[in-house]
């Protein structure tokens, strides 16, 4: 409604025509992301989730050196070198369900990763918003074919309705629009370096919603996770990106 009342919709719809095929893709790769990610949180806990999806930047700086033919420093190469080792920590005797878990969030940030390049791909030619709702669209039916077809498909009590209402809202649309949006000034991996802070909240959010925590040896390993995702990308990035990962960077001579 907000995407369309910008504009007359006829026009809109129209100006789409040629831009359809990144549009379904963009809702084909996100419902695998989110159906992956929540299998994932689903069987885990969620903390654990959120620090296994940093890897998605490693994912994207792939993309970057091998489609977009971008190169890496030595640093770089460095810090997604310390991120795999944070992972590796943090299933260091967890048992195979963490595992399953971490192979669970690897696929879905494969399909993340996925959905970022298709948007910074075509987020010059088409609007930060379309590219939402044509995202949230595709969820929205994917995944209601998947609940139907599996016989998932239930009415939720309305606490839990209004649950789903706030987080699809800012979730799946709003967090992905101005995120959309961020890809029109920057780079896929500089976006996501404010993308990596989001365990952080998450482990917040688990405390206060849920009073779980993780334990201290997870905890270790997400950190690192944290840390080798932020030195990978500040190392290869300007001043201004640089300092929102370490804001020492900002009193660094030229």
Not at 7 to 14: E, G, R
Not at 231 to 254: C, D, E, Q, V, Y
């Amino acid at each position: 409604i907000y995407t369309l009342s910008l504009h007359d919709a006829l026009p809109i719809l129209a100006s789409l025509r040629p831009h359809l095929r990144p549009l379904i893709l963009i809702g084909v790769t996100s419902s695998a992301a989110n159906y992956f990610f929540f299998t994932a949180i689903k069987i885990g806990d969620p903390t654990v989730v959120s620090f296994f999806s940093r890897s998605e930047t490693i994912f994207s700086l792939s993309w970057g050196v091998f489609l977009l033919k971008e190169r890496l420093t030595g640093k770089q190469w460095l810090g997604a070198a310390i991120a795999v080792l944070g992972a590796g920590l943090m299933t260091y005797k967890g048992g195979a369900l963490i595992f399953e878990v971490l192979m669970l969030a690897l696929v879905s940030n494969f399909f993340n990763s996925l959905t970022s390049l298709i948007a910074k791909m075509n987020v010059k030619n088409l609007p930060p918003n379309v590219l939402g709702l044509a995202r949230t669209i595709g969820l929205t039916v994917i995944m209601g074919a998947i609940a139907l077809a599996t016989g998932e498909l239930t009415i939720p009590s309305t606490p839990t309705l209004l649950w789903m209402v706030g987080g699809s809202f800012f979730g799946p649309f709003l967090s992905f629009v101005l995120y959309f949006n961020g890809l029109k000034w920057v780079d896929m991996s500089q976006a996501s370096i404010i993308r990596a802070t989001q365990p952080l909240f998450v482990a917040a959010y688990s405390l206060a919603l849920f009073g779980s925590l993780i334990r201290p040896l997870q905890l270790a390993g997400g950190l690192i996770i944290l840390a080798g995702v932020m030195f990978m990308l500040s190392a290869g990035s300007n001043k201004l990106i640089s300092s929102l990962t370490n804001p020492l960077m900002m009193f660094r001579k030229k």
